[in-house]
């Protein structure tokens, strides 16, 4: 019986499987919420250097306590680090 002409492949357990997955994300409007949320976080990790330009810990006496300006978007401390960069 098994040679009646008919060859069928078993379609891959792993593809089945990802077609389940995408079709419950897209169903699911909290999983897509979450999953932007997950990239967002991702692309700010990745662009931290960019987004902080000064080292964290980098001391400045001369700018101790200075309001925030276009160098130090939300001003710095009492040792002068940056606190946008903190």
Not at 41 to 54: Q, R, S, W
Not at 57 to 77: E, M, N
Request: charged letters at 20%; glycine letters at 6%; a positive charge.
């Amino acid at each position: 019986m098994a040679a009646d002409g008919i060859v069928t492949s078993p379609r891959p357990a792993a593809r089945l499987r990802a077609g389940r997955l995408w079709y419950r994300v897209k169903e699911s409007p909290l999983t897509l919420v979450g999953a932007a949320i997950a990239l967002a976080v991702l692309f700010v990790i990745m662009a931290a250097p960019l987004l902080a330009p000064y080292p964290p810990d980098k001391i400045s006496l001369a700018a101790r306590l200075a309001a925030p300006s276009p160098q130090h978007l939300f001003g710095t401390d009492e040792v002068g680090r940056d606190l946008f960069s903190r």
